[in-house]
């Protein structure tokens, strides 16, 4: 199986808050990502996380990381129409500059 | 400039030629990757390039896929012969020590 896990899609309505998951898999994780992917698109970096912080919060985003778990989560308070993208969550290991990727989380936005 | 420059950043070509992609990574990032990207699907790690040391090759698809890198800095991703299966998005990525990547913007290939 994949070492980093989300949900293909998520479906929110627009003034809700988006909360998008991933579980990993290597305790030596060092740093974990958010990427966002607009249509047509790169990947640009969202926020990250350090391994030994449990809470980041930038504006709107708020990232949790229960690393007993290995569950790392964003959360995007007042989703806005402009925050439809894929969400691709990923992790450093200590070793090595690769980053390990899940497959992407597609955030829909209902009017 | 400050960012990753990938070119083309379309590209349409006929079954059975070879395409050439070319990746700029930030000046002074050591680490280099390439990942495909096929249409609603996530990221296809391809290679990875690390200062002098010998390239990551372990997920070029077939010996259709190479790719150089010169020093620290450009890149070309080379596809022989190319298949409809290719068609994809070619992402390219910069990193330093410590630091999320930086990525281009692609260059979405399609064969026909």
């Known amino acids: 199986g994949e070492d980093v896990e989300q949900s293909l899609f998520l479906s929110v309505r627009e003034g809700d808050s988006s909360v998008i998951n991933c579980t990993y898999t290597d305790s030596s994780s060092t740093y974990l990502y958010w990427y966002k992917q607009e249509p047509g698109a790169g990947l640009q970096l969202l926020t990250y996380i350090f391994s030994n912080m449990d809470m980041k919060q930038d504006q709107r985003l708020t990232v949790l990381l229960n690393k007993k778990d290995k569950h790392l989560s964003l959360r995007i308070a007042d989703t806005q129409t402009g925050d439809s993208a894929i969400y691709f969550c990923a992790e450093k290991r200590d070793s090595n500059y690769q980053l390990i990727w899940g497959a992407g989380t597609k955030l829909i936005i209902k009017p | 400039g400050a960012g990753v420059s990938q070119s083309p950043s379309n590209k349409v070509t006929e079954k059975g030629k070879d395409v050439e992609l070319r990746c700029d990574p930030i000046?002074?990032?050591?680490?280099l990757y390439w990942y495909r990207q096929r249409l609603g699907q996530g990221l296809e790690f391809l290679i990875y390039f690390q200062g002098n040391s010998a390239p990551d090759k372990s997920g070029l698809p077939s010996d259709r896929f190479s790719a150089e890198r010169t020093g620290e800095s450009v890149s070309t991703l080379t596809i022989q012969r190319t298949q409809q299966e290719d068609s994809a998005v070619y992402l390219c990525?910069?990193?330093?020590?410590?630091?999320?990547?930086?990525f281009g913007s692609g260059t979405r290939l399609t064969v026909v």
């Open positions: 000046s002074g990032h050591t680490a």
């Open positions: 990525a910069s990193s330093d020590v410590g630091n999320g990547y930086t």
